[in-house]
């Protein structure tokens, strides 16, 4: 199966600032998701990355805040931009897992914005 | 767009009793997962189970699409199977993301 090594996989940042997450896979995908966990809630969708085009965002998801690059097959990462403490959360990177069917996780990033 | 919607939201058990958790779908999906995240965040992928019945260790999974709902059995708990169960699906003509209900929060006492 698919395995994603996805970093740091938590820090505590000052307000204002950026933090940008990797997620690395052992194999080449179409397409990479990028989700966010706010405390106590479930998952929901930022984006998703294909290699070589602009990602697509969801409704309340804007580039200018998550930047997400693609830059190949294996690996992608997105930016929490100007974070505040409202942005702390989990945040997770997804791909399609042909091998065992269905969709494999990064372990997460925790972060916490002060 | 599509409803997920877990039961029960939380569950107390004793170790070694037996619990169901249930997955009710409002539209045709074509992939439908069950995840287990521990305390520390992970998602661990319980089971791919679009349609049938699947079974491993003390976990089976049942999912009937024609009736758009998931059940998810545990047997014999331990107090590692605390966490929140995930059930998420994918639907038929969307781009591939996952849309998640809310999940079942399994606190299991010894």
């Known amino acids: 199966s698919a395995v994603i090594s996805q970093k740091p996989s938590r820090d505590i940042c000052q307000r204002g600032t950026s933090l940008t997450i990797q997620c690395q896979v052992d194999?080449?995908?179409?397409?990479m998701f990028w989700y966010r966990q706010q405390p106590g809630q479930s998952l929901t969708l930022i984006a998703t990355?294909?290699?070589?085009?602009?990602?697509?965002?969801e409704s309340g998801f804007v580039i200018d805040k998550f930047p997400i690059s693609r830059p190949n097959l294996t690996f992608s990462t997105l930016t929490v931009s100007n974070m505040s403490p409202e942005d702390s959360s989990i945040y997770l990177c997804?791909?399609?897992?042909?091998?065992?069917?269905?969709?494999?996780f990064g372990s997460g990033t925790r972060l916490t914005v002060v | 767009g599509i409803q997920v919607e877990q039961s029960p939201p939380d569950l107390i058990l004793q170790e070694g009793a037996n619990s169901t958790l249930r997955c009710n779908f409002s539209d045709s999906v074509n992939n439908l997962q069950w995840f287990h995240q521990n305390p520390w965040g992970q998602l661990i992928n319980l089971f791919y189970?679009?349609?049938g019945t699947k079974q491993n260790g003390r976990l089976s999974a049942t999912t009937v699409a024609t009736e758009r709902y998931s059940l998810l059995y545990i047997s014999s708990s331990q107090t590692t199977d605390s966490g929140v169960y995930f059930c998420?699906?994918?639907?038929?003509?969307?781009?591939?993301?996952?849309?998640f209900g809310k999940g079942t929060k399994l606190s299991v006492k010894p």
């Open positions: 990355a294909n290699q070589g085009s602009e990602a697509t965002y």
């Open positions: 997804s791909v399609m897992d042909r091998d065992v069917g269905g969709y494999t």
């Open positions: 189970i679009p349609s």
């Open positions: 194999s080449q995908v179409t397409m």
């Open positions: 998420a699906v994918v639907m038929w003509g969307s781009q591939g993301n996952l849309i």
